[in-house]
């Protein structure tokens, strides 16, 4: 038996704990630059704010329902993700935290310890929101799968509270539930898939359920078989406690204003990079290559438009900062064109593998004092916070950087930003 917890509105959430006036109001959460609408509350998907919705077209429509726009804060939500798979670790020894706002928990053997599996998941939920302040839905069902179709019963189905257990369900009141669901709302079934499928006349879950998984295969491969063994109830997709090493890594992200001179470009890249490798070391990897990529704004269609990436391959694998934003600084200088509005760049580290297995260049000495100067680097910045030490080449007013004029503090992770109660 598996069951997946699910956070509502994740980012309001979070930004409603701290922010208590927020309650009850249309509130939405901004990507990078303010540009659009990527998390939003209940009451502003009532007042049809589409996800991905530009902010500069919402503007009116804010002004008129009073809605409330928030810079994305990441560090605040990153930390709240983590209390709460604290929390989550309490119910069962087997997470697999999937997405920020979303884990999996394996609740073989966990039974005895409760008169059901319902009673389970509205001891989660309230556990949840007491210790974090984070409202969730629980799905519980015996395939991974079927778990995120519960999940998503419970969320949208006010019979349920916020906890559903698919096997506490008849048979006839599972399949008129499957019946009521899209095709679309299974995990793993992407829009072409789905669109397919209505051709072929298969358009809600219970359809799905009823197609032979072999003739599933014949149209669409094997893991859309393997997703319909899952939604008969055969469990075929294991429990990932241990998150697979990443195939690689990128960074970027857009400019605050249009970027014209390669001495801005090269503090952004330089950032980038630094950051970019920040994370291989993190994960324990290296890597042998780097691509390095700028674009100006499509959507400009004044503008003379360029875009181009380079790779570049390094010597030896490494995780040294100080190599990996040379060799992005080195694509770059060679893919810069003067003459462009450039709206974004950033970097891709390459081959990533093990850092204890690396390969050795046979043309150059291996640097021994890489891994302790990077040590000092990471641990310097973990104590103090980031970016307290790096690279010059990154730059000190960085003026190019993401505009952020909705952000709220960083309440839970500097010290400087702690909310104040006053009484």
């Known amino acids: 038996m598996y069951a997946l917890v699910d956070a509502n509105n994740f980012y309001v959430s979070c930004e409603r704990i701290f922010q208590p006036k927020l309650e009850g109001r249309p509130v939405i959460v901004l990507s990078n630059n303010d540009g659009c609408a990527i998390a939003r509350s209940n009451e502003a998907k009532a007042l049809g704010i589409p996800m991905g919705a530009p902010w500069f077209k919402l503007k009116s429509i804010a002004e008129k329902h009073g809605i409330v726009a928030l810079s994305s804060n990441y560090a605040l939500y990153g930390d709240m993700s983590n209390r709460v798979t604290s929390v989550l670790r309490l119910f069962s020894p087997r997470v697999e935290v999937y997405s920020i706002d979303e884990s999996f928990l394996q609740l073989d053997g966990l039974i005895g310890l409760w008169p059901t599996y319902g009673d389970l998941g509205h001891a989660i939920r309230e556990r949840v ?28 189905r006010p019979e349920f509270h916020g906890v559903c257990d698919l096997n506490a369900l008849t048979r006839e009141e599972r399949r008129s539930y499957y019946i009521s669901l899209d095709v679309s709302d299974i995990w793993g079934v992407g829009r072409r898939t789905a669109e397919k499928l209505h051709r072929l006349g298969i358009t809600n879950v219970d359809a799905f359920r009823l197609t032979s998984p072999k003739y599933l295969r014949e149209q669409f491969g094997v893991v859309v078989e393997r997703t319909a063994c899952e939604v008969r109830g055969i469990s075929c997709i294991e429990l990932e406690e241990v998150a697979p090493a990443k195939q690689q890594i990128v960074s970027s992200r857009s400019f605050g204003y249009m970027v014209t001179s390669l001495h801005e470009l090269v503090e952004a890249v330089s950032t980038y990079a630094g950051r970019a490798a920040e994370k291989l070391r993190k994960g324990g990897q290296v890597c042998t290559g780097v691509h390095v ?15 181009n990436g380079m790779n570049v391959s390094l010597a030896e694998s490494t995780d040294d900062s100080r190599r990996i934003v040379a060799a992005a600084l080195y694509g770059l200088k060679r893919i810069y064109r003067d003459g462009y509005l450039y709206k974004k760049a950033g970097v891709m580290l390459l081959n990533l593998g093990s850092a ?37 080449s990154s730059g000190i007013e960085q003026s190019w950087a993401a505009v952020f004029e909705h952000k709220t503090p960083k309440y839970t992770s500097r010290w400087d930003e702690l909310p104040v109660a006053s009484a």
């Open 356 to 392: 204890d297995v690396r390969q050795a260049s046979l043309l150059f000495q291996h640097d021994d004092r890489s891994e302790k100067v990077m040590s000092v680097l990471d641990s310097i910045n973990g104590k103090f916070g980031r970016n307290t030490m790096f690279l010059g």
């Open 293 to 307: 990529f700028v674009e100006t704004n499509p959507f400009r269609e004044q503008d003379a438009q360029y875009s």
């Open 129 to 156: 929101k007491m210790w974090t302040g984070i409202p969730v839905g629980v799905g519980i069902a015996p395939t991974k799968t079927l778990a995120k179709l519960a999940n998503h019963l419970a969320k949208k």
